[in-house]
């Protein structure tokens, strides 16, 4: 997992964004993430798919990922390209299902109204530090755990434990 990433912003201010707002309930009959990546986001921005390259970022408000607890909302994110999402404050699970899955979930304050969309940012997960480069600003974001890094550098908490099985020698 690289220290250093680079995407554009996909800025959705709203609080309280919802799983089914991230992947609507209607789609839930699969769990492939290219089929679920077709509608992500759909209902809050009917464009996101058009719009989002591999490697963006969505930029949340507070309470980003509430409601039903369903890890296709971080699929159907990381199927369409998204790299992480960066938030005021996540819902706990989400957070939880983000970290579990492999994918990066960022908690910064303030930075649903400092960011716009299509400005260009850098994350650097070793110094804390996100650097908009559009702007000429840097931003502060609370670091990860070491336990949390080493769930993502694996790809989730399934390949996790069975990189981990593979050191101690379980069968």
């Not at 995407?7 to 992947?23: L, Q, W």
């Not at 908690?107 to 260009?120: F, L, M």
């Amino acid at each position: 997992m690289p220290e250093i990433w680079r995407g554009y912003a996909h800025v959705y201010s709203r609080p309280h964004i919802n799983t089914d707002e991230i992947i609507p309930a209607r789609y839930l009959n699969t769990d492939q993430e290219a089929e679920l990546a077709r509608h992500a986001m759909e209902d809050i921005d009917p464009e996101f798919i058009k719009k989002v390259k591999p490697g963006d970022f969505v930029i949340a408000s507070d309470d980003f990922g509430c409601g039903s607890s369903r890890e296709h909302a971080v699929w159907a994110l990381r199927g369409a390209g998204v790299r992480a999402v960066i938030a005021n404050s996540f819902a706990r699970i989400f957070f939880r299902n983000a970290i579990n899955n492999g994918f990066l979930a960022l908690e910064c304050p303030g930075i649903a109204d400092r960011v716009s969309n299509g400005d260009q940012l850098e994350i650097d997960l070793k110094a804390g530090l996100i650097q908009n480069c559009t702007k000429g600003e840097t931003y502060r974001f609370a670091p990860l755990p070491d336990f949390a890094l080493e769930m993502l550098r694996a790809g989730g908490l399934l390949e996790y434990i069975r990189q981990r099985e593979a050191i101690i020698g379980v069968a």
